[in-house]
Structure formats: C-alpha cells, structure tokens
C-alpha cells in the first residue's frame, strides 16, 4: 500500500524527463492543429475566391454573347441573313476552349 502511495505520487509530480516528454507532446500537437486549421482555412477560402472568379468570368461571357446575339439579329436584313449570321458566330463559340458542343446546323 506504502508502494502504491510513493507510485502514484512520483507518478502524480512527475519527473524532470516525463515532463519534458509530456510538454514535447503538447507543443507537437499544438503546432500540428494550428497548422492543420491555417491549411484548411486557407483552402477553403482560395477555393471560394476561385469559384467565384470563375463564375463571374462565365457570366461575363455568356453576357458578351447575349449582346452579340442581340446585335447580330438586329443588324440581318432578313430571317435568312440573321440566321447564316448567328450560325458563324456559333460556330465561332463552338471553338473557345472548354466547349463540348456547339449547336448543329439545321
């Protein structure tokens, strides 16, 4: 019982190297949870600033294409010119990178 006293109190105060073990455990999982959360903060708000420029950009261009559209009707003389007009312009838009399918020819 005396045994188990003296144990648990060495146990209890600690030594000079079990300290200093412990406190190098601390401070190792408090650098690695710091740097985790600066890592994944700075993931997510990177990704949510590029997202957003990316859609900003696509709207941008489906806007420029719009007003073309736009312009392109009204500058046809007739249904047949407006249409030969915008099939170029597809066939243009058919070209940009990223573009799966353009619009076929009827």
Do not use: C
């Not at 000079?16 to 903060?41: M, Q, W």
């Amino acid at each position: 019982m005396v045994r188990r006293r003296r144990w648990l109190l060495r146990r209890r105060y600690g030594t000079e190297d079990g300290s200093a073990h412990s406190f190098g455990i601390r401070l190792f999982a408090t650098a690695t949870i710091t740097f985790a959360v600066i890592g994944i903060t700075g993931y997510v708000l990177l990704e949510r600033n590029l997202s957003q420029r990316q859609i900003t950009d696509y709207a941008s261009a489906q806007r420029a294409d719009g007003k073309a559209f736009e312009r392109e009707g009204t500058r046809a003389v007739s249904t047949d010119d407006g249409i030969t007009d915008i099939d170029r312009f597809l066939a243009g838009v058919a070209q940009r990178p990223g573009t799966l399918e353009g619009i076929p020819d009827q």
